[in-house]
């Protein structure tokens, strides 16, 4: 089940403008385009708990979408601002993340959750578990946020 609680886990928040050539023919955003949007946040979340894509490939995996749940809400239109939220779930057998995207006022417009599951970058084969680095990176953040809360 898709939460937009998320207050409990590590999350990173992007802004953006809808531009014109994320719209269908019926100007609202392709349905397509808001992976792009999760996307954005998703890199920002990894990159605040120092596991970028290089840090991926460094670490020797790859972390393909497995599945994906999307609920549309209200639909994006052009120009909109909306903040764009990735929050952590699950890291250490596989990455869960969900998504919300909000109006300027806070209001859902879109919920989400991706699954990602860890691949060996050069057998393709599924691996099991996370890497140390991810694992100590995110107990790091997590013991910060805690210091700052308490």
Known sequence: MISSNFSNCLTANVK????FFDLDP????WHG???QYFELARCELLESVGYSYESMQAS???WPVADSVV????????NQLVSVTACLREWEMRLVLDYKIEDENGAILTRARTI???VDAETLELTLGAPQIL???VDEKLAELRKTAG
């Not at 609920?71 to 052009?78: G, I, K, S």
């Open 135 to 137: 694992l100590d990176n």
């Open 26 to 29: 019926a100007n609202v955003v």
């Open 116 to 118: 990602q599951v860890p």
């Open 60 to 62: 020797g995996l790859l």
């Open 33 to 35: 385009r808001y992976f």
């Open 16 to 19: 953006i403008r809808v531009p």
């Open 71 to 78: 609920r549309y809400v209200r639909p994006l239109t052009l």
